[in-house]
């Protein structure tokens, strides 16, 4: 039965308590509106102007990662809030929180470095999907990027999901522009400055082909006679394609490479011995027996 002493002390809660929970969560709900906005203006931050899909998928996960974020930190704090608004002490919820914490970093440190690792991996837009990378001792295209993996599929159809945790370096072979190296093997006798002109024109008419054009952003550069091996000069070069496109481009100059240098004459060299018969003081030389076998037999 409702007393005046019970009705009395109801009000003096509402005016004193009840005021404060509201306001407590007026307060949140405004937070919650604003890193919603936030959330969204930074998505577009992240974007920077980019319209393609991965693009829009990066700032998405970004954004609501950030969102989400925001959501656990203003609604724990509200929590803490509300239950000092209430009187009920929170020093003993926080010790129990702060070893469960801690029980649970201790357990998932792993996972927690995964997420780290691939939060800054998305931040930094080191890879894309459909990029063709070297992460952790793999190699492979981009098949999905997450906060906790990412999954390549290699050459032979492998797919391999690796941990951000375990990513310390990327190197992304398909980012803005690619290029491939050509070590180009030939005979010491042939003519290097002539070499070098079939290569420029095999690079002119590779570029000038409209198959192969708009995969070349820039003719073939010849650096030049780059090293001598045991039985061959080499002579290095480079091209540069649109991302992804140098390994067909290099396997389209090699054949017409070898056309090529079979036209002109020009020896592409395999490992071989040279002889040297010594002689001695006076000019004569040991005699030296050759013996040549053919199918139909053997003679001296």
Avoid at 8 to 30: H, S, Y
């Amino acid at each position: 039965m409702l007393t005046p002493e019970l009705i009395e002390k109801a009000v003096a809660w509402l005016i004193a308590t009840g005021l404060k929970l509201l306001f407590i969560i007026v307060v949140v709900l405004v937070l919650l509106r604003v890193s919603r906005a936030l959330s969204r203006r930074l998505e577009k931050v992240f974007l920077k102007g980019r319209e393609d899909e991965e693009s829009k998928k990066r700032a998405q996960t970004l954004s609501n990662l950030i969102n989400q974020f925001l959501r656990v930190v203003v609604l724990v704090i509200a929590v803490m809030t509300i239950l000092g608004a209430l009187d009920i002490q929170i020093a003993p919820i926080l010790a129990t929180a702060g070893v469960a914490g801690l029980a649970v970093g201790f357990a998932a440190q792993s996972l927690i470095k995964d997420v780290i690792n691939g939060f800054f991996i998305i931040l930094w837009d080191q890879v894309r999907v459909g990029d063709v990378v070297r992460v952790a001792g793999r190699s492979g295209t981009v098949e999905a990027v997450t906060l906790k993996m990412t999954v390549l599929r290699d050459f032979d159809g492998s797919v391999h999901y690796i941990p951000n945790g375990m990513i310390d370096a990327v190197t992304n072979l398909t980012r803005d522009f690619s290029r491939y190296v050509f070590d180009i093997g030939v005979s010491y006798f042939e003519d290097v400055d002539r070499v070098i002109k079939t290569l420029k024109k095999i690079g002119e008419d590779l570029r000038s082909d409209p198959a192969w054009n708009s995969d070349i952003l820039e003719p073939l550069e010849v650096l030049g006679l780059d090293r001598f091996e045991s039985s061959a000069v080499i002579i290095r070069a480079r091209i540069t394609t649109r991302p992804g496109r140098q390994w067909a481009v290099a396997r389209e100059f090699n054949r017409r490479l070898k056309i090529a240098f079979d036209s002109e004459g020009i020896s592409i060299p395999f490992p071989h011995l040279t002889m040297f018969v010594g002689q001695d003081k006076s000019g004569k030389s040991a005699p030296l027996p050759i013996r040549i076998e053919n199918a139909g037999g053997a003679g001296n």
